[in-house]
T-cell receptor, first 114, second 110 residues
Framework: SQQGEEDPQALSIQEGENATMNCSYKTSINNLQWYRQNSGRGLVHLIL?????REKHSGRLRVTLDTSKKSSSLLITASRAADTASYFC??????????????FGKGTHLIIQP | NAGVTQTPKFQVLKTGQSMTLQCAQD?????MYWYRQDPGMGLRLIYYSASEGTTDKGEVPNGYNVSRLNKREFSLRLESAAPSQTSVYFC?????????FGPGTRLTVL
């Protein structure tokens, strides 16, 4: 069963605006990852945040993790047309260590309007 | 350094036919994975291999078998394909900083 659920399912914004998407999960985790998938392509790893971290940055990306609420958010600042994609959060499937695979939500489909 | 490669990119099968999807990674990772992605869905884990010589079932293993041939290669076999196995299949290999995914195999079973 899917552990993570992204919200919203779809998001359309103007180029240059910020995009925020959220992920909620059900059980305790030791890390959470965000991936991007362009249409018809494989997944690209964006960022991993560990359970002892509250916030992490990578370029225009900012990820937060609130383990008490079992939720995470991904913020993309100053959006560009190339950011149009589906974004997935993923958490460890079983033991929490990650070596036994990930469980994914259904994703947020982000469209950046020029 | 090619990362994770998958063959074939596309395949059409008839119900009952068999085929093997190939995956290879050149990053010396211990763990490798097979996922499937259905329209409008996230990825679901089929099988994984935490290290060379070991394989384990994931969330949706029925109808599939896997072989971890060596550290580089992890193959997925459909013995008797069914229309419900129409999907996009992704192989991945594991890093502690986040997994790397192959480009996918788009499989249609008629």
């Amino acid at each position: 069963s899917q552990q993570g659920e992204e919200d919203p399912q779809a998001l359309s914004i103007q180029e240059g605006e910020n995009a925020t998407m959220n992920c909620s999960y059900k059980t305790s985790i030791n890390n959470l990852q965000w991936y991007r998938q362009n249409s018809g392509r494989g997944l690209v790893h964006l960022i991993l945040i560990r359970s002892n971290e509250r916030e992490k940055h990578s370029g225009r990306l900012r990820v937060t993790l609130d383990t008490s609420k079992k939720s995470s958010s991904l913020l993309i600042t100053a959006s560009r047309a190339a950011d149009t994609a589906s974004y997935f959060c993923a958490t460890p499937m079983y033991s929490g260590g990650g070596a036994d695979g990930l469980t994914f939500g259904k994703g947020t489909h982000l469209i950046i309007q020029p | 350094n090619a990362g994770v490669t998958q063959t074939p990119k596309f395949q059409v099968l008839k119900t009952g036919q068999s085929m093997t999807l190939q995956c290879a990674q050149d990053m010396n990772h211990n763990s490798m994975y097979w996922y499937r992605q259905d329209p409008g869905m996230g990825l679901r884990l089929i099988y994984y291999s935490a290290s060379e010589g070991t394989t384990d079932k994931g969330e949706v293993p029925n109808g599939y078998n896997v072989s971890r041939l060596n550290k580089r290669e992890f193959s997925l076999r459909l013995e008797s394909a069914a229309p419900s196995q129409t999907s996009v299949y992704f192989c991945a290999s594991g890093r502690t900083s986040g997994d790397l995914f192959g480009p996918g195999t788009r499989l249609t079973v008629l």
